[in-house]
């Protein structure tokens, strides 16, 4: 097969791809998750069949006691939860009115001189930022809602998605090795080379930052829990859980949390600061012990291409982008990677006619 029918190939594979997942995401979410699911816990089914189990019962083992801890978590935190979000959205006027009024009494001088503006102005436009982040927070948090219980509906949760991951989690080494047969032989060592690296780069960043996101949410809520403040559970959990995003799920929730602080804590500088403190602590955690020892250096994924693709592809395909761009990303670094490693050894870069390890 020459380069170019090569090449003819693979673009019509991924308009393919982009079509099927436009036509389909409406349906996919299930079906992703499980997938998900299955890939997650293949090394937890390998291991128990190391030790002496079947692959059914490992299978069967597993889904098990994945689906009662997360119908225990269920049960005990999406009702709070819940009833914390809609408590924080009902409050949510009223908090940015009382943060308004707070900073533009206390600071409004010296920002006004800072400025150069006069405080009538200075208000205003403080006024009208604090009006259109709230709504922003607002729509963003009321979006998340609802693609929660979407997530969690009766029907995907427990019948559909435990269902596509105990056939996949079940069939994935037959499966693996099917695919393998399929490959072309003259470039099925290149291939595997490539696989391997891919599900090295997905499964560091993914099942690494997952741990990381979890950690990182209970630590906040809890520490926010014991400062006292008011929905510190949904604050921390929620940052934790965005903490998958590089740098956003911290630096959002600390303007929520600081926002809700001064305005309960105002004047106690010691209950507010405890606040900063949190997630100056968690940002210590998660940069210098968590990243390092769950995700690694290793991994290929840079922070603003993985920003990138989970935006694009959440734009595109909406949630069901999101869970896909992860991987997506992870692979495409993989074949970028090689395809630049190929595109310098060849006479394209070198010249026509030097050879490859011909260095200057």
């Known amino acids: 097969m020459t380069l170019r029918r090569q090449i003819q190939f693979w673009m019509l594979s991924l308009l393919a791809f982009i079509v099927f997942m436009l036509v389909f995401s409406a349906v996919l979410l299930p079906f992703v998750a499980g997938m998900a699911l299955a890939y997650l816990l293949d090394p937890v089914a390998d291991r128990l069949e190391r030790v002496g189990m079947s692959r059914l019962w490992a299978t069967l083992t597993i889904l098990l006691v994945f689906v009662l801890l997360f119908a225990l978590f269920l049960l005990l935190l999406v009702p709070v939860?819940?009833?914390?979000?809609?408590?924080?959205?009902?409050?949510?006027?009223?908090?940015?009115?009382?943060?308004?009024?707070?900073?533009?009494?206390?600071?409004?001088?010296?920002?006004?001189?800072?400025?150069?503006?006069?405080?009538?102005?200075?208000?205003?436009?403080?006024?009208?930022?604090?009006?259109?982040?709230?709504?922003?927070?607002?729509?963003?948090?009321?979006?998340?809602?609802?693609?929660?219980?979407?997530?969690?509906?009766?029907?995907?949760?427990?019948?559909?998605?435990?269902?596509?991951?105990?056939?996949?989690?079940?069939?994935?080494?037959?499966?693996?090795?099917?695919?393998?047969?399929?490959?072309?032989?003259?470039?099925?060592?290149?291939?595997?080379?490539?696989?391997?690296?891919?599900?090295?780069?997905?499964?560091?960043?993914?099942?690494?930052?997952?741990?990381?996101?979890?950690?990182?949410?209970?630590?906040?809520?809890?520490?926010?829990?014991?400062?006292?403040?008011?929905?510190?559970?949904?604050?921390?959990?929620?940052?934790?859980?965005?903490?998958?995003?590089?740098?956003?799920?911290?630096?959002?929730?600390?303007?929520?949390?600081?926002?809700?602080?001064?305005?309960?804590?105002?004047?106690?500088?010691?209950?507010?600061?405890?606040?900063?403190?949190?997630?100056?602590v968690g940002q210590f955690l998660e940069g210098n012990i968590l990243q390092p020892k769950l995700v690694g250096d290793s991994v290929g994924l840079h922070p603003v291409w993985l920003m990138f693709a989970l935006f694009a592809f959440g734009s595109l395909f909406g949630f069901v982008g999101m869970l896909v761009a992860v991987p997506a990303a992870a692979m495409v670094g993989v074949l970028a990677r090689f395809a630049l490693t190929q595109y310098l050894a060849s006479p394209l870069y070198r010249g026509t006619g030097r050879p490859a390890a011909d260095d200057e």
């Open 81 to 280: 939860l819940g009833n914390q979000l809609l408590g924080f959205l009902d409050r949510l006027p009223g908090l940015v009115r009382a943060l308004h009024t707070l900073v533009t009494e206390t600071f409004g001088d010296r920002l006004s001189t800072l400025a150069g503006l006069d405080i009538k102005d200075l208000q205003s436009s403080l006024g009208d930022i604090m009006s259109k982040a709230a709504s922003w927070l607002g729509g963003l948090m009321q979006s998340v809602w609802s693609g929660g219980q979407a997530l969690v509906s009766i029907l995907s949760l427990f019948v559909v998605t435990p269902v596509v991951a105990f056939y996949l989690l079940l069939d994935w080494d037959r499966m693996v090795a099917r695919i393998d047969g399929w490959l072309p032989r003259p470039h099925v060592e290149t291939i595997r080379r490539l696989a391997r690296e891919m599900d090295a780069a997905v499964a560091g960043f993914v099942r690494g930052q997952v741990s990381v996101c979890v950690l990182l949410g209970l630590f906040y809520a809890i520490g926010l829990m014991l400062v006292g403040l008011n929905f510190g559970l949904l604050i921390g959990i929620g940052a934790g859980l965005v903490s998958f995003i590089p740098f956003v799920g911290a630096i959002l929730g600390f303007v929520v949390s600081m926002a809700v602080a001064l305005v309960q804590f105002w004047p106690d500088w010691p209950l507010i600061a405890a606040v900063a403190a949190v997630f100056a």
